[in-house]
């Protein structure tokens, strides 16, 4: 059974920074990535890592700010967030992919619950 679990959101000030992990079983997975989706907006990709490691991409909203990392051992991806800004403030999602696609492809075959990152100004 494939499951994407998140975790390490919470309640931050402007300026903080905040790590998020996703635990992933069930499969081998390829690319991994992880999402946002604040209250009445659009899900927004937010970084992507290849399976090496050696390859990544972000949205521009959070490039200099956020890095995506990933433990193959462990089977983790993590999404260390600093200089949070309120407009950071999302249910942000872990995503995987068992197919191998372009770095830029923001289509995932599976996806975690998501957490909760709150940041007050």
């Known amino acids: 059974q494939v499951q994407l679990a998140e975790s390490g959101g919470g309640l931050v000030q402007a300026g903080d920074s905040l790590r998020l992990s996703c635990a992933a079983s069930?499969?081998?997975?390829?690319?991994m990535g992880w999402f946002r989706q604040a209250p009445g907006k659009e899900r927004e990709w937010v970084a992507t890592?290849?399976?090496?490691?050696?390859?990544?991409s972000y949205a521009e909203s959070v490039k200099g700010r956020f890095t995506i990392s990933r433990d193959n051992a462990k089977n983790t991806v993590n999404l260390q967030m600093n200089s949070l800004k309120p407009e950071d403030t999302a249910v942000y999602y872990c995503?995987?992919?068992?197919?191998?696609?372009?770095?830029?492809?923001?289509?995932?075959?599976?996806w975690g619950h998501g957490t909760q990152v709150t940041v007050s100004s």
């Open positions: 995503a995987a992919r068992t197919y191998i696609g372009s770095i830029q492809s923001t289509d995932f075959n599976f």
């Open positions: 069930g499969r081998t997975f390829q690319s």
């Open positions: 890592i290849t399976r090496s490691g050696m390859m990544t």
